[in-house]
Nanobody, 126 residues
Framework: QVQLVESGGGSVQAGGSLRLSCAASGFTSSNYCMGWFRQAPGNEREGVAT???????SYADSVKGRFTISKDNGKNTLYLQMNSLKPEDTAMYYC????????????????????WGQGTQVTVSS
């Protein structure tokens, strides 16, 4: 049974930092795309950052220079280090995963991802 479990959300003041974690279990494919997505009430889901099995990453313009996505393969855990947080970063953050095919690029389109975690709330106050 495949599972993604997020943790690390919370409430911080603007300018603060949080690190989100996503523990993956049950997956057997060594070629994958993983990503962090977020959705605030009344807003569409936004792809924040992606991490490919080859180590390549991508970021939404809104978080470039502030957020860093990484993965600890030994722990099978994906991270999102979020610095210089802004009130507009307030959202439910979700981890997602899908297989990566030959010649495929890991997009930030949530509809392409098969597996999702339950989400972790991030609230940034001004």
């Amino acid at each position: 049974q495949v599972q993604l479990v997020e943790s690390g959300g919370g409430s911080v003041q603007a300018g603060g930092s949080l690190r989100l974690s996503c523990a993956a279990s049950g997956f057997t494919s060594s070629n994958y795309c993983m990503g962090w997505f977020r959705q605030a009430p009344g807003n569409e889901r936004e792809g924040v950052a992606t991490f490919a099995s080859d180590g390549s990453t991508s970021y939404a313009d809104s978080v470039k220079g502030r957020f860093t996505i990484s993965k600890d393969n030994g722990k099978n855990t994906l991270y999102l280090q979020m610095n210089s947080l802004k009130p507009e970063d307030t959202a439910m953050y979700y981890c997602a995963r899908r297989p990566k095919w030959v010649g495929d690029r890991c997009s930030r389109q949530g509809g392409e991802y098969y597996y999702w975690g339950q989400g972790t709330q991030v609230t940034v106050s001004s």
